[in-house]
């Protein structure tokens, strides 16, 4: 069962991290390697990959609470743990196409406009907010506080979910606007 000093121990570097990635993600975002001298090609190939990652990710999500509701705790766990190695990954390859390729602009028209910033927002911030929510979760089940892993996994998961599908949803929409 979690003791007050885990939960210390943990809140700690979890805040760290909370604010570390958001912050290194925007600026490395502004970042461009030819800017820099480096003569690199632009990495077009990954958002498609990255979009597949975030893809993943969201049947992992689901195949995790339907593994955890069948009782299957360790097959549970594992799903997250992937789940969590593809966040990462998405990540690392995000920033990887934004340092080496210009921001492609949205080129719909009318109410799509709309829909698509709305969607692209909402991804982005709750992108930001589920990272600590994500982090307690685990953390809470490392330490073998099921009870408040759970009270924070009824959110975490909607949110994580949304923010996996979304990300689809935003490649799907901005890739006609892709420069090949």
Not at 15 to 25: A, D, E, G, L
Not at 47 to 76: D, E, Q
């Amino acid at each position: 069962m979690e003791t007050a000093q885990d939960a210390k121990k943990y809140n700690k570097l979890i805040t760290v991290i909370s604010i570390i990635i958001p912050v290194v993600v925007a600026l490395l975002f502004g970042v461009k390697l030819k800017d820099f001298g480096y003569d690199v090609e632009p990495l077009s190939q990954l958002p498609p990959i990255y979009a597949t990652i975030n893809g993943f990710t969201a049947v992992l999500l689901v195949l995790a609470v339907v593994a955890v509701k069948n009782g299957k705790r360790k097959l549970h766990e594992n799903l997250m743990k992937l789940a969590m190695l593809c966040s990462v990954v998405f990540l690392g390859l995000y920033v990887a196409y934004h340092m080496t390729s210009d921001s492609t602009p949205f080129g719909g028209e009318g109410t799509i406009r709309y829909v698509y910033f709305f969607i692209l927002i909402t991804h982005i911030l709750l992108s930001i907010i589920i990272i600590p929510v994500v982090l307690v979760t685990y953390a809470r089940a490392m330490v073998g506080n099921f009870p408040q892993h759970k009270k924070i996994a009824k959110y975490a998961f909607p949110l994580w979910l949304y923010v996996a599908v979304t990300g689809v949803i935003v490649y799907i929409m901005i890739s006609p606007y892709y420069v090949h």
